[in-house]
C-alpha cells in the first residue's frame, strides 16, 4: 500500500496547485483524479470558454472594421474551426499541467476515490481498488452542473457547459437557461457570433449577486448584441423537436431553439467521497472549513467549490496553496474576505468587496466615486468607451469597501483594487500611487482622486 504525506483527491485548479505546493515543500504527494488533470476550469469551464469569448469578440469587432479604417468584408463563422481552436487551448494547457505535476515526482492516481479513514482513502481505477494511506488528505472534488429533471436530456439537443465547451458545432439558436455569469457569458459570444440567443432567468434581473451597475451594463451589452432576456421567468416545460428544443415560460410563452443551454448552478461533489465515512463535517451544502482549510477531522482539509459557495478558479487555487502549506507544517491562513470577481461578458465586468447596496447596510458613511472610460485616454484608442471605474469607500479614514470596474481589461484592472484592499491602503494612497499613461488601470487613480475631491479627468468632481 503506497503511504503518502499528502494526498489530494481531486486534479483541478484547486487539487493541482495543492498538490504542487505539497511537492514543493518537500511532501511526498499524490494527486487523485478520475477525469481529465485540470478539473472543470481547464477542460469545459474558464479556459474554454474564455478562448471561445476571445474569438467571438474578435469576429464582433471585424464588423466594426470601418471605424478602424479597415474596408474588409466581414469572414464567415466557421463552427468546426472555431471549435476546434478551442480544444486546441484546453489540450495544451492541460499537457503543461501534467507535464508540472510529472516534474515535481507527483504521482498522478487515476480513478474515483473515497475516504475510508482519517488517514486512508480507496481508490477505485482500471486494475481494481487501491488503498492509499497519507499523513495529510486534502478534498478538492469540485461541483458539478445541475440538470433539472423535466429537461430532455437524451435528445442531445440540451447542454450543460460540459457539452457547450467540447461540442465539435456551434449551435443553430439556443435558449440559455439561468442568467448568471456563465449565462451571460455564452449568451454574449453566442450572439456575437450571429447565433439566435434568448436568455431565460427567474430573478428580476440578470447577475443578481452582483452590484447593480454592473447588471444593468451586461444587460445593455446584451441587448446592443440582439440577445432577447426574458427575466422574471420560469421554465415550466421543455419538449425535444425535429428542429431542436421547445421551451415552455411560466405565462404561456414558448421559445424555439436548436439548443438549450442550462446553466441554473453548480452543486459541490460531496457525495460518495466517504465523508460520512470520518464525520467530516458540513455547512448547507459544502464541506465547513475555517481559514487554514481545515475540515472537522485533523489532517483533512477542504479546498473550492466542495468547500466554498463562491466558484471561482483563483479561490481554489489559493485555497490549495494555503491547505497545503498546513498539511506540510507550514502555517498559513487566509480570511478569503478579499476576492475579486470577474464576469467575462463585452464589457468585461469585475468587482471586489462590497456591493453599493450592501456597503450600505454595513452603518458606516459610505461615499461613491466613479472614473468613466469616456474620459479615459486608452478606451478612446481602443474604441470602446463603454464602461466605468467605481470606487466605494467609508467616509472618515477612506477604506476601500468595494469597488466595481466596467470595461475593457476590467478583470485586470480590478487586481490593483484587490491588492489595495488587501493591504488596507486608503483611497488616498490609491490616488497618491504613480499610475501608468496610457492604461486601463489608472482608471483606479482618477477615480480615488474624484472620491478625494480633486479629480483631474473625471467630470463633476
Known amino acids: 500500500m503506497p503511504t503518502y504525506d499528502v494526498a489530494v483527491l481531486?486534479?483541478?485548479?484547486?487539487g493541482y496547485v495543492a498538490a504542487l505546493r505539497a511537492a514543493k515543500r518537500g511532501a511526498k504527494t499524490c494527486c487523485i483524479e478520475a477525469g481529465?488533470?485540470?478539473?472543470?476550469?481547464?477542460?469545459?469551464?474558464?479556459?474554454?470558454?474564455?478562448?471561445?469569448?476571445?474569438?467571438?469578440?474578435?469576429?464582433?469587432?471585424?464588423g466594426r472594421a470601418a471605424e478602424y479604417g479597415f474596408a474588409a468584408p466581414k469572414p464567415a463563422v466557421d463552427g468546426p474551426a472555431y471549435m476546434k481552436r478551442v480544444a486546441g487551448v484546453t489540450a495544451g494547457l492541460r499537457?503543461?499541467?501534467?507535464?508540472?505535476?510529472?516534474?515535481?515526482?507527483?504521482?498522478?492516481?487515476?480513478?474515483?476515490?473515497?475516504?475510508?479513514?482519517?488517514?486512508?482513502l480507496v481508490v477505485e481505477t482500471n486494475a481494481g481498488p487501491q488503498e492509499v494511506k497519507a499523513k495529510a488528505i486534502i478534498l478538492a472534488t469540485g461541483s458539478h452542473p445541475a440538470r433539472p429533471p423535466f429537461f430532455p436530456w437524451d435528445s442531445g439537443r440540451v447542454w450543460t457547459t460540459d457539452q457547450a465547451t467540447t461540442a465539435s458545432e456551434l449551435p443553430a439558436s439556443i435558449v440559455v437557461v439561468g442568467g448568471g455569469v456563465i449565462g451571460c457569458e455564452f449568451a454574449t459570444l453566442y450572439a456575437e457570433l450571429g447565433i439566435k440567443t434568448t436568455v431565460v432567468e427567474m430573478l428580476d434581473r440578470l447577475v443578481a449577486n452582483l452590484d447593480d451597475d454592473a447588471s444593468k451594463?451586461?444587460?445593455?451589452?446584451?441587448?446592443?448584441?440582439g440577445v432577447t432576456i426574458r427575466t422574471g421567468k420560469?421554465?415550466?416545460?421543455?419538449?425535444?423537436?425535429?428542429?431542436?428544443?421547445?421551451?415552455?415560460?411560466?405565462?404561456?410563452?414558448t421559445l424555439q431553439a436548436g439548443h438549450a443551454l442550462v446553466a441554473v448552478g453548480r452543486p459541490p461533489n460531496t457525495e460518495d467521497i466517504g465523508l460520512e465515512a470520518v464525520g467530516v463535517?458540513?455547512?448547507?451544502?459544502?464541506?465547513?472549513?475555517?481559514?487554514?482549510?481545515?475540515?472537522?477531522?485533523?489532517?483533512?482539509?477542504?479546498?473550492?467549490?466542495?468547500?466554498e459557495t463562491r466558484q471561482y478558479a483563483h479561490l481554489a487555487s489559493r485555497m490549495g496553496v494555503v491547505a497545503a502549506d498546513n498539511a506540510?507544517?507550514?502555517?498559513?491562513?487566509?480570511?478569503?474576505?478579499?476576492?475579486?470577481?470577474?464576469?467575462?461578458?463585452?464589457?468585461?465586468?469585475?468587482?471586489?468587496?462590497l456591493s453599493e447596496?450592501?456597503?450600505?447596510?454595513?452603518?458606516?458613511?459610505?461615499?461613491?466615486?466613479?472614473?468613466?472610460?469616456?474620459?479615459?485616454?486608452?478606451?478612446?484608442?481602443?474604441?470602446?468607451?463603454?464602461?466605468?471605474?467605481?470606487?466605494?469607500?467609508?467616509?472618515?479614514?477612506?477604506?476601500?469597501?468595494?469597488?466595481?470596474?466596467?470595461?475593457?481589461?476590467?478583470?485586470?484592472?480590478?487586481?490593483?483594487?484587490?491588492?489595495?484592499?488587501?493591504?488596507?491602503?486608503?483611497?488616498?494612497?490609491?490616488?497618491?500611487?504613480?499610475?501608468?499613461?496610457?492604461?486601463?488601470?489608472?482608471?483606479?487613480?482618477?477615480?480615488?482622486?474624484?472620491?478625494?475631491?480633486f479629480g483631474i479627468h473625471a467630470a463633476g468632481s
Open 217 to 225: 451594463a451586461i444587460v445593455k451589452s446584451l441587448d446592443r448584441r
Open 281 to 307: 463535517r458540513l455547512e448547507g451544502k459544502v464541506i465547513k472549513v475555517d481559514d487554514r482549510c481545515r475540515t472537522s477531522i485533523d489532517g483533512i482539509y477542504a479546498i473550492g467549490d466542495v468547500a
Open 234 to 253: 420560469r421554465i415550466v416545460g421543455m419538449k425535444a423537436t425535429d428542429g431542436g428544443v421547445a421551451a415552455e415560460l411560466d405565462g404561456g410563452e
Open 95 to 120: 499537457k503543461g499541467v501534467e507535464m508540472l505535476l510529472k516534474g515535481r515526482k507527483i504521482d498522478v492516481i487515476r480513478g474515483r476515490g473515497r475516504l475510508t479513514a482519517r488517514d486512508t
Open 36 to 62: 481529465l488533470i485540470g478539473g472543470v476550469c481547464l477542460n469545459v469551464g474558464c479556459i474554454p470558454t474564455k478562448a471561445m469569448l476571445h474569438a467571438s469578440e474578435i469576429y464582433h469587432h471585424i
Open 357 to 453: 447596496a450592501e456597503a450600505a447596510k454595513t452603518g458606516k458613511k459610505v461615499r461613491v466615486a466613479r472614473f468613466s472610460y469616456m474620459a479615459s485616454g486608452m478606451a478612446r484608442a481602443y474604441g470602446d468607451t463603454e464602461g466605468q471605474v467605481k470606487l466605494i469607500a467609508e467616509e472618515g479614514l477612506g477604506e476601500i469597501l468595494g469597488a466595481v470596474v466596467i470595461g475593457q481589461h476590467a478583470t485586470d484592472v480590478i487586481q490593483g483594487i484587490a491588492l489595495a484592499m488587501r493591504n488596507e491602503l486608503t483611497v488616498e494612497e490609491v490616488a497618491a500611487t504613480v499610475h501608468s499613461h496610457p492604461t486601463f488601470v489608472e482608471g483606479v487613480m482618477e477615480a480615488a482622486e474624484a472620491w478625494l475631491g
Open 328 to 353: 506540510t507544517g507550514h502555517r498559513a491562513s487566509d480570511p478569503r474576505t478579499v476576492v475579486p470577481v470577474g464576469v467575462y461578458t463585452h464589457p468585461e465586468v469585475a468587482s471586489v468587496g
Open 10 to 14: 481531486g486534479g483541478g485548479p484547486g
